[in-house]
């Protein structure tokens, strides 16, 4: 049913694994790999030779956070390369045979390492095809690997993205609303909220709200680049003709040159918030009555 293979996609999309019928066949894979098996991860034995990013930059935030504004906003400087939703977490390598494994196993690889050393390269390619200085990844479902992410790249440096629960929850649940209920958005949103907070809690790195970043934009920006050691440049403040006009928000261009506060919604009122939704407004300092914005 396709109800099935959504729900099995989106945890796959999550977690990496898959669920089947008890006796179904295993998937194929590469003849040596064990059912099921996980690279070791580890940092880079020579991070001068093994990694040709020098302090990445990631973005982590939950899904309908504003993380688009941002890598919009960010991919304006001169210095800075932010481009679409880039998910190297998924890219894997296989042996293929023992003979292939026993020859990396020799170099010191395992498969691990070999993953890292792709993401690396592609992530590389791309900033070096733009002709700036700076990556800059914001794809959402690295929240849920921030540990895998800070161990590949030991001097990544993080900004983490948050907005009011009740808003990303609603936001999630209408930009898709024949996928998902109001209640089930709230619940899956949450999901990438909790994975963020985790990350929170054991990385280093700037925290930004997307209420600040949308009324007082040139401020919280002069904030990131401080942070990034960049200098601040005003041609963030216009970013122009790209993604973000296309999705229709073309007012946004001329407000955040203003300093002007973003056209808002009204918040949902209290008791229409999500139950499971209040300990996170409490964690991130919100009020169950301040959501707001598209």
Sequence with gaps: MDWKRRANHALEEVTGYRLSRAGAPAPAGPPDAAPGEEPLVRPPADPVADRLLRAPVFILSPVRSGSTLLRALLDAHPLLHAPHEL??????????????????????????????LLWDRVLHR?????????????????????????TCWPDARFVFLLRHPGSIARSWHEASPDRRTPEEAALDALRYMK????????????????EDLTAEPEAELRRICDFLDVP???????????????KG??????????????????????????????????????????????
């Design 195 to 210: 994975a963020v907070e985790r990350a929170r809690g054991a990385l280093s790195g700037l925290t930004v709200r997307y």
């Design 232 to 246: 601040f440049e005003p041609g963030m403040l216009e970013y122009g003709e790209g993604l973000v006009l296309r």
């Design 126 to 150: 791309e900033l070096v095809r733009s002709g700036k200085k700076i990556i800059v990844d914001k794809t959402p479902a690295n929240a849920f690997a921030y540990r895998r992410i800070a």
């Design 249 to 294: 928000l073309g007012d946004w261009k001329d407000k955040i040159r203003a300093g002007q506060v973003l056209p808002g919604r009204e918040p949902p009122a209290a008791d229409a918030l999500p139950a499971p939704l209040r300990a996170m407004c409490s964690t991130w300092g919100y009020s169950a009555d301040q959501a707001e914005g598209p």
């Design 87 to 116: 998910h190297v977490r998924r890219l894997t390598v296989g042996f293929g045979t023992k003979l292939a494994r026993q020859a990396m196993e020799e170099l010191g690889h395992d498969r691990g390492d070999l993953e890292h």
